[in-house]
């Protein structure tokens, strides 16, 4: 299936992300794991995880459109939760040239930040490429503050630094709440970190090599930003990874990450994370948005909050 976006389109979004000239398309560079890190580095860090669309809005309808999802990406210093951004990454990647598939993950409830419990259902996303010298690569750019920084090769126990003393990587298992888990096949990658190399792993989510089609992730966003039972329609949450930049205009570097939720704003720059704002009202709130992740919302959208159960009072 071909790419909905037009050379316009990516020209306007490599310019917003601050794709260095070197990968612009004119140069028409080679597709490999240097221009795919590119894209992932500048992408996460110009484009926050955000779900204020289901919090600011009088009508929670997130669009899965690549036109529209663009539209938001450049307007007032929004970005999207995981779909959104895995999605439009996807029809991306595929206009540049890269062979490259969607799937679903299975993700872990978090408990005091810390995944814990049993896999939830299909409320994730990633994309699977495949480049020219046969090297199978993962690239998330939507999952929020425990991610990828950089596309992370799809093998078994290979270990990628990630921010800070994090550390990351894939591994194959059957999940323990699977019943059949004596073939191969039900077997999954599962996504681990740890936070040092004296600390334990711990897993956050889990795919399979299975594509996902369009249809899959309109029944997945549907739960996603609906129902009640899904953590995003009660959790104000932003993500903004900082990007240090190269002085001789090559790649930058991912060194940290700003981030709301709730009403608390936190900075980590590759060590411990610190409170910086604690916002106890919605006025509070919107001027955080501002001044820390550099957000614009319309009076309408301010006013989409009211009634909700993620609304601060007012003043």
Known sequence: MNSPLTPDEIDRYFDHIQLPQKYRRD????????????????????????????????????????????????????????????????????????????????????KNGVPHGEYMGWVHVVNIITLPDGSRWVSDTGFGGDQMRQPMPLVEHRITPNIGPQEIRFERAAIPNATNTAT???????YQYRNGADQPWNSFFCFTETEFLHQDFEVMNFYTSKSPDSFQTFTPI????????????????????????????KENQGGRTRLIRACKTESERLEALREVFGMTLTKEEQGGIKGRVSELPPS
Not at 184 to 190: T, V
Request: aromatic share 10%.
């Open 27 to 110: 140069k028409n560079p080679p597709l490999d794991v240097a221009f795919l890190t590119a894209l992932h580095i500048h992408h996460i860090s110009t484009l926050p995880y955000e779900n204020l669309s289901l919090h600011y809005a009088k009508e929670v309808n997130v669009s899965l459109d690549a036109h529209q999802i663009l539209g938001k990406f450049l307007a007032n210093g929004r970005g999207g939760y995981c779909m959104e951004h895995s999605i439009f990454f996807n029809h991306l990647l595929r206009a540049l040239g890269f062979q490259v598939y969607l799937t679903g993950a299975r993700a872990r409830p978090r």
């Open 184 to 190: 191969e096949k039900q077997k999954a990658w599962i």
């Open 238 to 265: 932003i993500v903004k990874f900082l990007r240090r930049d190269d002085e001789n205009g090559g790649v930058g570097e991912i060194y940290g990450k700003l981030m709301l939720v709730n009403g608390d704003v």
